[in-house]
């Protein structure tokens, strides 16, 4: 099942049908109902680097460029509902989502369409699977065990007062690093930069609501 066939079904939509016969840019599908390219993304499209050679779109990847929610708004989508979400659920969503197949995106801006990426990696698994996040290019795994740890970590590093900023990048300003030696923590802010680079921490970093 690609993400489009996915977003069809949650969505109870119509597909968009065309009648090229060939090959999909987006999923690599065979079809025969092929819509245009040019009737599926505006001039202003700027995720041409995520297609793959081919002549047209298949209906259903059609369909995921047919409605502005899916890029613009976060939403987790199953064969029974498509919901968009505010980010203050990301955490609650990602950690409890809905019975599979599911697909969950994180949108910040609203710009970019980073769920091209997860064509076909619409998840099964809920402990074990991909996600998009708007900010990154790339399938974003995510692992429960980890994630949980990630978590109690991110809560116990701002309880100190370590500010999103510092826990994304790594980097902990000088009066961060005083309160630490004082606090007699310093190994922890130590052992906090080995996350540095890890796309599963910065995002949980991002979703992190306290009392969740
Ligand atoms: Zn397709």
């Known amino acids: ?50 297609f793959f050679s081919g002549n047209c779109m298949c209906p259903e990847c059609a369909f995921l460029f047919s409605d502005q929610t899916f890029r613009r708004k976060s939403w987790v989508a199953s064969l029974q509902e498509f919901r968009t979400f505010k980010n203050d659920e ?3 969503i990602l950690f409890s989502p809905p019975e599979p197949p599911f697909f969950v995106h994180i949108a910040k801006t609203g710009q970019k369409q980073t769920w091209l990426s997860c064509i076909h990696r619409v998840a099964h698994n809920p402990h074990k699977y991909f996600f998009s996040h708007e900010k990154y290019d790339v399938p974003i795994l995510f692992e429960r065990d980890k994630a949980e740890t990630y978590i109690q ?54 979703v992190y609501r306290k009392g969740d």
């Open 1 to 50: 099942m690609t993400l489009g066939q996915l977003l069809l079904e949650a969505t109870k939509n119509e597909m968009p049908k065309g009648n090229i016969k060939g090959i999909c840019v987006v999923c690599s599908n065979e079809t025969e109902q092929g819509l245009p390219l040019k009737e599926c993304v505006s001039d202003n499209f700027t995720g041409w680097s995520y």
């Open 90 to 92: 990301a955490q609650q």
């Open 153 to 206: 970590i991110i809560a116990e590093a701002m309880q100190k007062g370590l500010s999103k900023t510092e826990l994304t990048t790594g980097e902990f300003n000088t009066k961060t690093w005083q309160r630490a030696i004082e606090g007699g923590y310093r190994d922890f802010l130590r052992e906090l930069t080995k996350f540095k680079g890890d796309i599963l921490w910065e995002v949980m970093v991002d």
